[in-house]
């Protein structure tokens, strides 16, 4: 319990009457006050009328004298009443087919490199859409622009944690107004820009501006795992079944639960957290579709708003294989000398659209609705409810860096014992040993905490002959770990480069702290020689020395690299800065064009502001208040203004391109006839 708590326990302990004390422990426990016995002629005895009267004695005592001086406390009690609720209710609605039909259905893996049946669907849907919207945004007659002449296009958007996220909003709040949103196939986010994403095709119903305005409306004055915002969140309506039911689920399917699930169903639950239109009182499960990723499908039907694709990562060493029921290696220190220097290791880039999760590289896919449970040889062999949103935005998210030990020591306090308590009992401790140890500057470069446990949709995927055994590797471990994917990359590049997806124009803004290191090149080539491509900047320009000069940075807010087929390289500069064996990946077949739109400072939008290095505006400071996120959203709606004629110039040549392309092989086709 928080705050005054430890003085309401004194005042329990030293109530005047044993009879007094007795009854606000069975009230603590549930009872209500003021029930009562009757005879059978319904009248009273008369003990029990005194003990009537004492309850009134207590109820007013309650009432006037606890409530009034100890309101944390009260609202403690509510919460751990509800807790201890959580268990109950999720193993009684796990098997409820009306509230989650898809646990009729076994989910089943998919394998190969072709895309789902559901995104060919919607390609042909969004392609008719998006021929008008580019004919308009280009001022081109629409009846002169052949569909299969039209770009396909991907948005980016970086890691940088509520910067980012914002950063996204801001951009995309711009580019829906002058009509560049719509000419999109696929938007896709790393880290911080997950939550713009998860949240737009949410509760934000497709609006960047409802977005935003919930973010000024929650991300101040409490910080997301403060004890007043975790406070605020469990004691709203529905709050503990949508918040720490994910929890009891997971631990129900056979998962061990750590740190990072109880940082992920905190911060999503409070960035979700709304107010109900028919009250003031703000509900935590106002609509359950909002923590189904699957159910963002709404949003795409008949193409009318771009596939979104949030991600993740797994650090893949093949040496290594399952070791017991607990951990899944004997080793799970991810800043260890074997993850930093390993030659052979890499990681694997997993996505996860509201249509399915899967890996490119493993070529293996299932059900969005059927991630998070247990499978064996393709096929799920428990039929969950959909894994909870938010527990999927806590593998694209990750963690803050150090004041997590205080989250999760502020969590613990607040939780009753049981299941749920107990997880979480000694994690306080554990991690603030590891930061004092190893110090937040290692954070920066690793992953330290352990990630979340999840099932493999692989685990014995192949079916072996008699006598054969699975090798070391992931189809012979029960469980993956997934972590936030800027921890290899920090924009999407890699999964819009699925060479199925055949994308023509990549739109990468970047809000993460790099955007002036000038190590962009670096980071491109990084995915570009693992899928085959070499990119190069057109464009050699040098931002000017005058922070004061309103076209200091005149050139570079949309930046184009041209991305050009190579023979895959066989080493590559990985994360760590090491030379290592190119990872495989799908190689692409397709020439793409890259415009890299860096959240740099802008003067014609607010002076003496610089988003990379304002305090308030750091990767890890999650409360920003109306002001703040104001200022950061005229920064991005300038510099998209700012490079907005060099994106159009780009989209003209992609699609000059493709339509000489179409009409070359057109005549070539003709000529052979």
């Known amino acids: 319990m928080f705050g005054k708590s430890d003085d309401y326990e004194k005042y329990f302990r030293q109530s005047e009457s044993v009879e007094q004390q007795e009854y606000e422990k069975s009230m603590f426990m549930g009872d209500h ?12 005895d008369e003990a029990d009328a005194s003990h009537s009267s004492v309850k009134d004695k207590v109820k007013s005592l309650w009432n006037d004298k606890v409530k009034p001086a100890f309101p944390e406390a009260v609202a403690d009690i509510s919460i751990i009443e509800k807790a201890i609720k959580v268990e109950k209710t999720v193993k009684q609605n796990i098997n409820n087919v009306v509230r989650y039909p898809e646990v009729l259905k076994v989910a089943e893996v998919r394998k190969g490199l072709d895309l789902g049946l559901e995104e060919r669907r919607f390609l042909d849907m969004r392609k008719v859409h998006v021929r008008n919207s580019f004919a308009q945004y280009l001022n081109l007659n629409p009846a002169e622009v ?4 039209v770009p396909v296009i991907g948005f980016g958007g970086s890691g940088g944690g509520f910067r980012a996220m914002i950063g996204v909003l801001g951009y995309s709040q711009e580019m829906k107004q002058t009509g560049l949103w719509d000419l999109f196939t696929y938007v896709a986010g790393v880290s911080g820009a997950c939550w713009s994403l998860a949240a737009y095709y949410t509760f934000g119903k497709a ?88 159910s963002a499908r709404e949003h795409l039907e008949n193409g009318k708003e771009p596939l979104p694709i949030i991600t993740a990562i797994r650090h893949e060493r093949p040496w290594k294989d399952w070791e017991d029921k607990d951990q899944p290696f004997k080793e799970p220190d991810h800043s260890a000398l074997e993850h930093k220097a390993a030659k052979d290791a890499w990681f694997q880039w997993y996505e996860m659209t509201p249509f399915e999760v899967g890996c490119d590289e493993l070529e293996a896919w299932v059900p969005t ?44 306090r607040q939780l009753p014992p049981g299941f749920i308590g107990n997880t979480i009992e000694d994690l306080a401790s554990k991690i603030t040993h590891f930061w004092g140890k190893q110090g937040t500057e290692e954070f920066q470069n690793h992953h330290p905490l352990h990630a979340s446990n999840e099932h493999n949709f692989v685990f014995h995927l192949t079916k072996l002959q008699q006598g054969e055994f ?26 819009l480069l699925h060479p199925s997806r055949e994308v023509d124009v990549i739109l990468n803004m970047d809000a993460s702290s790099d955007v002036q290191k000038d190590t962009f090149q670096e980071r491109v080539d990084q995915i570009g020689s693992r ?15 005058d922070k004061n000069d309103p076209d200091r940075f005149k050139g570079l807010y949309a930046q184009v690299y041209d991305g050009k087929l190579i023979d895959r390289p066989s080493t590559v500069v990985d994360s760590y800065g090491n030379t290592v064996t190119n990872p495989p990946a799908p190689i692409c077949h397709h020439e793409c064009t890259m415009v890299y739109m860096p959240l740099l ?44 004629e060099t994106i159009k110039t780009t989209l003209m040549e992609a699609w000059v391109k493709k339509k000489g392309m179409r009409e070359a092989a057109e005549a070539a086709k003709a000529g052979n006839k």
Not at 146 to 149: A, E, V
Not at 218 to 225: F, I, N, Q, T, W
């Open 146 to 149: 052949h569909p299969d002449d």
């Open 531 to 545: 899928r085959g491509l070499k990119f190069t900047k057109r464009s050699d320009i040098k931002a000017g020395t």
């Open 33 to 44: 006050l003021g029930s009562h016995h009757s005879t059978a002629d319904g009248t009273r």
């Open 601 to 644: 400072p802008n003067e014609r939008a607010v002076p003496d502001f610089d988003p990379s290095t304002a305090k308030f505006s750091g990767s890890y400071n999650l409360v920003w208040t109306p002001e703040q996120i104001d200022m950061l959203v005229k920064v991005c709606i300038q510099n998209f203004k700012d490079g907005e």
């Open 369 to 412: 609705w059927g991630f998070g449970r247990p499978y064996v040889e393709g096929k799920s062999t428990m039929q969950l409810p959909e894994q909870s949103l938010s527990l999927l935005l806590g593998l694209a998210t990750g963690a803050p860096a150090g004041p997590l030990s205080s989250y999760i020591a502020t969590i613990k």
């Open 470 to 495: 699975y090798p070391p590797g992931i189809e012979n471990s029960p469980r993956i770990h997934l972590v936030d994917s800027g921890m290899d990359n920090n924009c999407p590049t890699y999964v």
């Open 207 to 294: 609006s960047m501006e409802r977005v935003i305005e919930n973010c000024k409306e929650r991300l101040h004055p409490h910080h997301p795992l403060s004890s007043d915002a975790i406070r605020k969140l469990l004691t709203a309506p529905d709050s503990a079944y949508v918040t720490l039911g994910p929890l009891v689920q997971k631990h129900f399917s056979g998962l061990h639960t750590v740190a990072m699930d109880f940082y992920s169903v905190f911060i999503t639950g409070y960035i979700f957290l709304h107010q109900d239109p028919h009250s003031t009182q703000d509900v935590a499960g106002l609509n359950h579709d909002w923590y189904k990723w699957s």
